[in-house]
């Protein structure tokens, strides 16, 4: 098992910057790629980015490149992401997840963090 713990979120103003961050426990969070997620109220949960277990490879839902970053600390068993320049769309429940790769299904996921951009 793989526990997730995401933290970071909060009411923010449009225009500004967020950084969440994914806390791992349990098996060992370094031999998993890692996704973040987000769930807008009344919509399907959807895909924001992913980072490999290196963190040499990355990916991207096509509607968030050049805004957010996903990295992550190994040493730390945390995932980050960055979201700059925050629109009132991002308002979402983010939840990171734990997968075989940066393409494959994820098999743990945590509880996320509400994030909720004020115009």
């Known amino acids: 098992q793989v526990q997730l713990v995401e933290s970071g979120g909060g009411l923010v103003q449009a225009g500004g910057s967020l950084r969440l961050s994914c806390a791992a426990s349990?098996?060992?969070?370094?031999?998993?790629?890692a996704h973040w997620f987000r769930q807008a109220p009344g919509k399907e949960r959807e895909f924001v980015a992913a980072i490999s277990v290196s963190g040499i490879n990355t990916r991207y839902a096509d509607s968030e490149k050049g805004r957010f970053t996903i990295s992550r600390d190994n040493a730390k068993n945390t995932v980050y992401l960055q979201i700059n320049t925050l629109k009132s769309e991002d308002t979402a429940v983010y939840y990171c997840a734990a997968a075989a790769g940066i393409r494959a299904t994820p098999d743990y996921w945590g509880q996320g963090t509400q994030v909720t951009v004020s115009s």
């Open positions: 349990g098996r060992t969070f370094s031999n998993y790629a």
